[in-house]
């Protein structure tokens, strides 16, 4: 019942910026936290910014400095900003939510993945 929807990815060249949006829909009763992983070819999804349970915010170390993440909760949405691209930035970007679907259950949604690709 709930759908997340990722938006913004493409081909950038080194130096160059994108912005990626992640807007969820659905029943959502509450947000646990929210965030962006990142898939490059032959290698495993990794955690590139989100914001934990708590409040903060975990970057992997590659992205400081470069990626900074944001959120509208009241939208439902939550942004990830990539400055200075580089081509290791090459990847899948997938949205994650943890939402709250019922007084005492958490459940992990994910978003169909958006392509982003730094090359010259």
Do not use: H
């Given at each position: 019942q709930v759908q997340l929807v990722e938006s913004g990815g493409g081909l950038v060249q080194p130096g160059g910026s994108l912005r990626l949006s992640c807007a969820?829909?659905?029943?959502?009763?509450?947000?646990?936290?929210?965030?962006?992983y990142r898939?490059?070819?032959?290698?495993?999804r990794e955690l590139v910014g989100a914001f934990t349970?708590?409040?903060s915010?975990?970057?992997a170390d590659s992205v400081k400095g470069r990626f900074t993440i944001s959120s509208d909760k009241a939208k439902n949405t939550v942004s990830?900003?990539?400055?200075?691209?580089?081509?290791?930035?090459?990847?899948?970007y997938y949205?994650?939510?943890?939402?709250?679907v019922s007084l005492l259950t958490l459940r992990d949604y994910w978003g169909p993945g958006t392509q982003v690709t730094v090359s010259s």
């Open positions: 969820a829909s659905g029943n959502i009763f509450g947000i646990n936290s929210m965030g962006w898939q490059a070819p032959g290698k495993q349970s708590d409040g915010t975990n970057y990830l900003q990539m400055n200075r691209l580089e081509p290791e930035d090459t990847a899948v949205c994650n939510m943890r939402l709250k």
